[in-house]
């Protein structure tokens, strides 16, 4: 059976490949050719698990994750996981995979995807709230579709803005980015922001009209 590290997944596709990959697959559920059930949801105190099978003519395979927001306070990532493929037609356990990279990579191509089919060809910024593992991809990958000369971006945290700007540099060195002190502050500088947070309260201000007039939210 293949195992897959963190790196073993990072560096097998292109982002522009990863995108098409992720893309393929939404066409072929909506025409009926995989089935994806309802995952099975666990809560346990602050911490929530989750299963998420899928199935089509060749292959199955099936998502464990963990959710543990108590983990910010060790310094370890808040999602974990793997994922089990198999083969449809034996069962047989193909692969072992990551599911944590595996995660950050589908949610930042599907967000691109987003940004493909929604907004206009000629944007040239966006905007980012929240700058931990998903808001890191949905940076790369949007700019990979988009002709993107500049990310604002909005975290608390200093050293996740950071990572933010050193990882953005790996895959898109010519593009810049900027700090902002508030939300209302990123929504009046561009018009797509993709927010990639666990909050539970709203991350953007309850003002229609600012709303309305300079974001398209993805």
Same mark, same amino acid.
């Given at each position: 059976m293949?195992?897959?590290s ?6 097998l596709l292109s982002l522009?490949?990863?995108i098409?990959v ?9 025409q009926g050719?995989?089935s ?13 698990f989750l299963c998420?099978?899928s199935?089509?003519?060749k292959?199955?395979g099936?998502?464990?994750v963990?959710v543990?927001p ?5 310094n370890?990532p808040?999602?974990?996981?793997a994922m $089990? %493929?198999n083969? *449809? !037609?034996?069962?047989l356990?193909?692969a072992l995979i990551n599911?944590?990279k ?5 949610t930042g191509?599907?967000g691109?995807?987003?940004?493909k089919?929604?907004t ?6 966006f905007?980012?709230?929240g700058c ?5 991809h949905?940076?790369?990958f949007?700019?990979?579709v988009?002709k993107i ?9 200093k ?6 700007i050193?990882?953005l540099?790996?895959y898109h ?9 508030s939300?209302k502050? $990123? %929504?009046e500088k *561009? !018009?797509?922001v993709?927010a990639?947070?666990?909050?539970s ?13 300079n974001?398209?939210s993805v």
């Amino acid at each position: 059976m293949l195992i897959l590290s963190d790196n073993d997944i990072g560096n097998l596709l292109s982002l522009q490949q990863i995108i098409a990959v992720v893309e393929s697959a939404m066409i072929a559920y909506e025409q009926g050719l995989a089935s994806v059930q309802q995952r099975m949801h666990i809560d346990y105190g602050k911490s929530t698990f989750l299963c998420m099978p899928s199935v089509e003519h060749k292959y199955f395979g099936t998502k464990l994750v963990s959710v543990v927001p108590e983990n910010k306070k060790h310094n370890l990532p808040v999602t974990n996981g793997a994922m $089990l %493929l198999n083969e *449809t !037609s034996t069962g047989l356990p193909l692969a072992l995979i990551n599911a944590s990279k595996l995660t950050a990579l589908r949610t930042g191509a599907l967000g691109a995807i987003g940004v493909k089919f929604l907004t206009p060809s000629d944007e040239t910024t966006f905007g980012l709230i929240g700058c931990g593992a998903q808001g890191l991809h949905q940076a790369i990958f949007i700019c990979a579709v988009r002709k993107i000369s500049k990310v604002y971006f909005l975290d608390r945290s200093k050293e996740k803005s950071e990572s933010l700007i050193s990882f953005l540099r790996t895959y898109h060195p010519q593009i810049e980015t900027e700090a902002c002190y508030s939300a209302k502050e $990123l %929504l009046e500088k *561009t !018009s797509i922001v993709v927010a990639a947070t666990t909050s539970s309260s709203p991350v953007v201000p309850n003002d229609y009209n600012l709303i309305r007039e300079n974001i398209l939210s993805v």
